[in-house]
């Protein structure tokens, strides 16, 4: 059973940080596109940024620059670290690999 677990989720300040960890079982990561997602109040789930099956990173326009994806060398962690925090970067966040989904976590930015 694979299981995908958030976490590091909270209110943060514009201009802050913060780390989302998402923690797969199954140490199934090779070979699997993998990323986060995320989804607003009153809009669709976004791509954030993915590593692609075929090994390139794909950042979405809105958080080029600020955020960047990470994974231990395990292969058991994926990480998300959010720099320069935007108001409008207020959402659920998800990791997904392959055809597996967190449960989310929710950001905040707010002042």
């Known amino acids: 059973q694979v299981q995908l677990v958030e976490s590091g989720g909270g209110l943060v300040q514009p201009g802050g940080s913060l780390r989302l960890s998402c923690v797969v079982s199954?140490?199934?990561?090779?070979?699997?596109?993998m990323g986060w997602y995320r989804q607003a109040p009153g809009k669709e789930r976004e791509l954030v940024v993915i590593f692609t099956s075929g090994a390139s990173t794909i950042y979405g326009d809105s958080v080029k620059g600020r955020f960047t994806i990470f994974r231990d060398n395990a292969l058991t962690t994926m990480y998300l670290q959010m720099n320069s925090l935007k108001v409008e970067d207020t959402a659920v966040y998800y990791c997904?690999?392959?055809?597996?989904w967190g449960q989310g976590t929710q950001v905040v930015v707010s002042s």
């Open positions: 199954g140490n199934i990561f090779s070979n699997r596109a």
């Open positions: 997904q690999l392959g055809p597996w």
